[in-house]
């Protein structure tokens, strides 16, 4: 299977849950090793792919032997260890950093290493990592499963009852004396101050509490969301680049040089106040 999603939309928080709920079990002899995960290296080689491995399969002399033997110690080691799953994550650096033949040879690499361990894999990555399918015919029919981790739509009435629901979910477990008073204009304003993105809804209610705590305020309000945008979301969104301002322009903040340059919006709805979602 192949999973891919914009940077903070929930890629490694998934890894770790799986990682999680199949945790290592020691034995006398060894350790099985129920779930492997692997993060690829920052300037990724077959080498150093196969090292990071090794590493992650307690492997103490991983440096050791040529790229071949490396991937037959990875191959036995995940034989000896029982292992059911191997997860790589962060493959988009074999296209951001990676030598100009980097995407082929990895991708022969990853065939081969699927082919002998039987062993069922998940690529996850940024949405450009597909690049590295498109070389290989072989491994591409393989990775035909595709799991993408969009940010959250307010474009229709029932994602706007998702994205509110997390949010929601969210203020009932911080606990606060009174609940946030979550109606159509505020959920809007969320949106567009993270984007959809769960990472920076997340650091907005988080930040929003702790002002909320530190300052006796018995709830979430606009204000408080206001102060926690700047304090842990964008340090220069204020006045009208503050979504929870009431002079804010109502455009997307991803221009250059604003928190959401890099991303795509989880959604065509207008730029408007009064775009038409109908939650309330």
């Not at 959809?196 to 969301?225: C, E, F, H, K």
């Not at 009208?240 to 221009?255: A, I, Y």
Request: charged share 25%; proline share 6%; with cysteine.
């Amino acid at each position: 299977m192949l999973c891919v999603g914009q940077s903070g939309t929930g890629k490694s928080t998934l890894k770790s849950l799986i990682f999680d709920e199949y945790p290592p079990e020691p034995l006398s002899d060894r350790e099985l090793l129920p779930v492997l995960c692997v993060d690829t290296p920052s300037q990724p080689t077959i080498r150093n792919m196969a090292e990071a491995m090794l590493v992650q399969l307690g492997e103490p002399c991983f440096m050791r032997g040529s790229a071949i033997d490396k991937t037959n110690r990875i191959l036995n080691l995940i034989k000896e260890k029982q292992v059911r799953l191997i997860i790589v994550d962060e493959l988009q650096h074999f296209i951001d950093r990676g030598r100009r033949r980097a995407p082929l040879e990895v991708s022969d690499w990853l065939k081969t290493l699927i082919d002998q361990s039987q062993v069922s894999t998940v690529l996850m990555g940024l949405p450009r990592c597909e690049q590295i399918l498109q070389v290989n015919e072989q491994l591409r029919r393989r990775y035909g499963r595709r799991l993408e981790l969009n940010p959250f739509s307010i474009e229709s009435p029932h994602e706007q009852s998702i994205f509110a629901g997390v949010i929601t979910h969210f203020d009932q477990k911080l606990g606060l004396k009174r609940p946030l008073q979550l109606d159509g204009d505020l959920l809007r304003r969320f949106h567009f101050a993270t984007n959809g993105i769960i990472d920076y809804v997340v650091r907005l209610m988080t930040g929003s509490y702790a002002w909320a705590t530190q300052n006796s305020v018995p709830a979430i309000d606009r204000s408080v969301l206001g102060r926690a945008f700047v304090d842990w979301v964008w340090h220069e969104g204020k006045d009208t680049l503050n979504p929870f301002n009431e002079g804010f322009r109502w455009k997307r903040l991803d221009s250059p040089g604003m928190p959401f340059n890099l991303f795509e919006p989880a959604s065509a709805v207008r730029a408007s106040k009064s775009g038409g979602e109908s939650w309330s």
